[in-house]
């Protein structure tokens, strides 16, 4: 895996109220329908996740703490990446959302909104749960255990179609469960391996919620 030049992790919020007059028209009018009503609900959250992953820069590697943040964006070789930017978002939650443009790539990872009801199962263990309910997305798993596959070897394995197994590959990319390795080949030509971190996280959310 090539070393990052240069990893910055940051919080940036458009100011749609300021007078420069730059803002897009339709962000500014989504603000002043919707986000202002939610801000001071989902602005902490935002805040504090970013200040958590701040902290974890200093004891993680750069790959590390992508992969970790984004559960289970794999940056491999990709010789003019110069700065990943990782960004948190609750409004394309649970989906990972990266795009690149020149020397810059940004992630967009989801954070998640708590339930004020402690009764009902948390959102991650509901998300794992579905996700190994279907024996197609455990084949699937089976299959990627041991190295990365492409779609098409998935495809091929499995006996799916492309929307099939794209559908497949979201439940447990979103789940946790499988990371995504992006390399020189450029997109499209994703590669997928099993996430050992979602089986821990099946483990530690099951347990915690049953109260073992």
């Known amino acids: 895996m090539s070393r990052l030049p240069r990893f910055s992790l940051i919080l940036q919020f458009m100011n749609v109220n300021g007078s420069s007059g730059i803002t897009p028209p339709l962000l500014r009018l989504w603000y002043e329908q919707y986000f202002r009503h939610a801000e001071q609900k989902l602005l902490p959250l935002l805040i504090e996740d970013a200040s958590e992953k701040k902290l974890l820069e200093s004891k993680m590697g750069s790959a590390a703490l992508i992969e970790y943040a984004s559960g289970g964006v794999v940056i491999e070789d990709i010789p ?12 394309n939650r649970p989906i990972n959302m990266y795009c690149f443009y020149n020397t810059l790539m940004i992630i967009q990872y989801p954070v998640d909104v708590p339930s004020d009801n402690e009764d009902e199962p948390p959102t991650v263990l509901l998300r794992l749960t579905k996700a190994l309910s279907d024996p197609t997305r455990l ?10 596959k492409t779609l098409w070897e998935l495809q091929s394995v499995l006996g799916q179609t492309s929307d099939t197994m794209m559908h497949h590959l979201l439940m447990l990319r979103v789940a946790g469960l499988l990371r995504v390795h992006l ?29 073992l």
């Open 80 to 91: 003019d990446l110069q700065t990943v930017v990782l960004l948190p978002t609750i409004h």
């Open 139 to 148: 084949r699937l798993l089976r299959y990627a255990a041991h190295e990365p």
């Open 183 to 211: 390399g020189s080949e450029g997109e499209g030509n994703e590669r997928y391996s099993v996430r050992p971190d979602g089986a821990s996280d099946l483990q530690m959310f099951l347990e915690s919620y049953i109260r």
